[in-house]
């Protein structure tokens, strides 16, 4: 009985997994029904925040909402199924600088004529480590407008073309 007691106790405390935990996670957008929006987004921990990389394409030229939604979730054909913005502290919708905003609140991509788009920045909200605040298992979803980073709840960005689900990615 103390045997089988002390061996649970060994299993549950696994300290060397959250050291060789990985430091970058990525999610790879697949388009909602109707549209044709495909890339990848990458997240990176430096020493200030998270390095957000991303690389879209298919989009229509100009402006598109770009956030992190509360669910891991793109199985709906609109990406419903991801939810609202990752919002764990209950703040209200603005841009990435604002300093009260959702976690989520990556503001906008902007796409060229050639119908892509390139981002990259740190932010200083989102984590990769910090359970509440992690972005592990939730979504990254592009939007068909503009978020203006004002209009609550959502900056009146439009339907979801885009939605991929964020997940450690492969050590280089
Ligand atoms: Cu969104
Ligand atoms: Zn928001």
């Known amino acids: 009985m103390f045997l089988s007691l002390a061996g649970l106790i060994a299993l549950s405390q696994t300290p060397a997994a959250k050291s060789s935990a990985p430091s970058t996670a990525i999610a790879v957008l697949h ?15 430096v020493a200030d925040g998270v390095q957000v990389h991303a690389e879209i394409t298919g989009l229509t030229p100009g402006k598109h909402g770009f956030h992190v939604h509360e669910f891991g979730d793109c199985s709906a054909a609109d990406a419903s199924s991801a939810g609202a913005h990752f919002n764990p502290a ?22 060229d004529v050639f119908s892509n788009a390139k981002l990259d920045y740190v932010d200083h909200q989102i984590s990769l480590t910090n359970d509440a605040k992690s972005v592990i298992g939730r979504s990254v ?27 450690w990615a492969k050590m280089q």
Do not use: W, Y
Not at 31 to 45: I, L, R, S, Y
Not at 142 to 167: E, N, W, Y
């Open 31 to 45: 388009p909602t029904a109707g549209n044709k929006v495909t890339g990848t987004v990458t997240f990176a921990v």
């Open 90 to 111: 209950n703040q209200p919708h603005a841009g990435p600088d604002a300093a009260a905003r959702h976690e989520g609140d990556m503001g906008n991509v902007e796409a």
């Open 141 to 167: 979803v592009v939007h068909a407008k503009p978020d203006d980073l004002k209009t609550q709840p959502s900056g009146d960005s439009g339907a979801r073309i885009a939605c991929g689900v964020i997940g």
